[in-house]
């Protein structure tokens, strides 16, 4: 299906911020041994100058990316829809700057104009690890737009899905129920390469978290770059 912009769809955001608020800080214990994360933060910090703002995507508990790219000399900015994940974060990463919004109140361009209902700036980097995947898919070309608009030409995107060819699919979480999107690795691709980035560099892992609940997976690490 075409979509031309927001003002096309309903955002539906029940339970999203309400699961992961409930899940506080069992999402750490849950997800520990983020190494397919961690190596991914060293790689766009080899590519990233000194003093570089830092957009971090639904930054969940902070841990570990937030306080990897604070350690390393850079100013993050965290985003995330629930307000417990944040006060996490914010304990977690004192010397971040961190903001409850939705990915969508970050939209450029449409009836907001540019910078979208909340206007953060632009960025060096943008980093989504395994947020876009709470959006419908539908979305997330248009969540991709955005991070394109707010990063500066030239500017560095690291993103990180799940793969899995499912669509707003509700699963158990920890004790909650998530809706969750992906793709297969190929189409991942094409969607990032259809919102103007150009893909760097690909990884991917398998990884088994820490319950029973929720099956090991096969999580994706795309490098991408906003062409200069
Ligand atoms: C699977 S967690 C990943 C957290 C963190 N990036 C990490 O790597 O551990 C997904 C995060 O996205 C947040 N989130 C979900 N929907 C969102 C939205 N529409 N806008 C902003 N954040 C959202 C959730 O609250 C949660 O903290």
Known sequence: MGVGGYEDIRLDRTGQAEGFDAIGDRYDEAFPHKEGQVTAGERLLTRLPAGSRVLDLGCGTGLPTGRQLVEAGHKVTGVD???????????????ADFHRADIADLRTGGRHGPGGPQDLGRFDAVVAFFSLLMLPRVEIPLALRSVHDLLVPGGMFTLSMVEADVDDFAIPFL????RVSGYLRDELRQVVAEAGFTVLEEDSYAYA??????????????HCRRPA
């Not at 004790?175 to 998530?178: E, K, V």
């Open 209 to 222: 978290p820490h319950t029973t609940e929720v099956p090991p997976e096969e999580q994706l690490f795309l």
């Open 175 to 178: 004790g909650n129920t998530i």
């Open 81 to 95: 829809l629930s307000a417990g994940m944040l006060a996490l974060a914010r304990r977690h990463v004192p010397r």
